[in-house]
């Protein structure tokens, strides 16, 4: 009984927050009110049985608390014209609560990402409350997502919905040149929790697809409900082209298996698929490529290679050559090596890379020593490449990552 009152409040959960927080004004408000209609519908489900429609008993007992706290901030304060306007609209809804289920839910579904995501909001923070709001996760899950404690997650979460608050952030859809920059904070907070599950930071796990999914759950959601934003259907088929991946990206016991050695025959091409169907949708919507749609071309450029022979790595050379004008970071440069060194041979690839030893953005990543030791170890440099590998080693957080860099460190397969 539990798991299925879990499985309807993963579907309505961002539906009702998004419902009751264009009336109360206050994510953080809604956000409370929609909890305790999670549990009460754990205290009297097993009890008296699942509703016949659970997701309008769910809505019911949401807006009745919801109410509550209106008429009692109307009550206090009767200056609170706005509110009392909310209050009767919203009691106007509750006699017919199952006809206004739907209505304009996309329009306030799409309000509650805008305004979670909001860039006034640290990206951890933002990345929390995503999760607890749109995902419906419990600040236990985050925390296990994140491996942080849970303290940790209550506070970032906290702060989030007190710094809305305080900023008076509208619950509204942003236009025009606004739209495109929020956009880019929205679409950040879904990479960031994907990326935390393909490539743990820390802990012992180095794939975590749980967390990919709802990253993947989260974008699907986007995409549905922004069809015509490019940039939200590429990030969506990058992360479809990588979820392709999970069944040979480790071993039975749980350790990595890098891209170039993968068993491709235990891809899944259902994803694959997917991936390409959006990336088609998202190239013909734009004739200038941002960076998550370049970054699912290069992704579709793995995807479509049947053995690592076929990869076009002069294709994924060009593509990351796009994508460091588009979108300039230190870490587009290292993949950028990686390609460069794939497709026209180990010496360029670590010119490339060899560039960035003095990025101070790179200093504390593993990521430019394991590049270099790959790339130094194809030349027959076998001793310096043994002393990146070590370097890495030392500055990952992934156990995982870590026995693989000290193996390869030894002269072991990789």
């Given amino acids: 009984m539990t798991a299925t009152v879990e499985a309807v409040w993963r579907v309505e959960q961002p539906k009702l927050a ?25 205290e009297r489900w097993p009890r008296d049985g699942i509703p016949r429609n659970p997701a309008a008993w769910l809505t019911r ?11 009692r901030t109307v009550m206090l304060d009767g200056k609170h014209r706005e509110l009392a306007i909310d209050l009767s609209e919203l009691e106007r809804e509750v006699p017919d609560i199952e006809a206004a ?4 839910i996309d329009d306030d579904l799409l ?53 809305l608050r305080d900023a008076g952030i509208a619950f509204e859809t942003p236009r025009g040149e606004e739209r495109r920059e929020r956009l880019a904070a929205v679409l950040e907070v879904v990479y960031l929790i994907f990326n935390e599950g393909y490539v743990a930071s820390a802990g012992l796990d180095w ?80 004739p200038t490529p941002g960076p998550y749609l370049l970054q699912a071309m290069i992704a579709a450029c793995h995807g479509r290679a049947v053995s690592m022979a076929d990869t076009d790595w002069i294709a994924i050379a060009a593509y990351y050559q796009a994508l460091a004008l588009a979108a300039p970071s230190p870490i587009v440069e290292v993949n950028r090596a990686v390609a460069v060194g794939m497709a026209f041979g180990p010496a360029q690839g670590l010119a490339v890379a060899d560039a960035l030893q003095d990025e101070p953005r790179l200093r504390d990543s593993h990521l430019l020593p394991t590049v270099r030791g790959d790339l130094l170890e194809k030349l027959g440099r076998t001793e310096e490449a043994m002393a990146e590998f070590h370097r ?23």
Avoid at 61 to 71: E, G, K, Q, S
Wanted: with cysteine; charged share 25%.
């Fill in 18 to 42: 998004a419902r009751l927080t264009r009336y109360l004004r206050d994510v953080g408000l809604a956000e409370e009110v929609v909890q305790d209609a999670f549990l009460q519908a754990l």
């Fill in 61 to 71: 007992v949401a807006t009745n608390r919801a109410l509550d706290r209106l008429r």
């Fill in 101 to 104: 289920l739907d209505e304009d």
């Fill in 111 to 163: 309000r509650l990402i805008f305004t979670a995501c909001h860039p006034l909001l640290p990206a951890e923070q933002r990345a929390a409350l995503a999760l607890r709001m749109l995902g419906g996760l419990s600040t236990p899950e985050i925390a296990r997502a994140f491996l942080v404690p849970e303290t940790t997650v209550a506070q970032r979460i906290v702060r989030a919905k007190r710094a």
């Fill in 207 to 286: 794939l975590r697809a749980d967390l990919c999914s709802e990253a993947l759950r989260l974008g699907r959601s986007l995409a549905a409900l922004m069809p015509e934003e490019p940039e939200a259907l590429g990030l969506v088929a990058l992360m479809e082209f990588n979820a392709s991946r999970f069944a040979a990206r480790t071993d039975r016991a749980g350790n990595p298996i890098l891209l170039l050695v993968q068993d491709r025959s235990r891809w899944n091409w259902s994803p694959i698929r997917r991936g390409l169907d959006g990336l088609n949708r998202a190239m013909a919507l734009t």
């Fill in 392 to 414: 890495a080693a030392e500055l990952t957080g992934n156990e995982r990552e870590r026995a693989l860099l000290l193996a390869r460190a030894a002269g072991g397969d990789v």
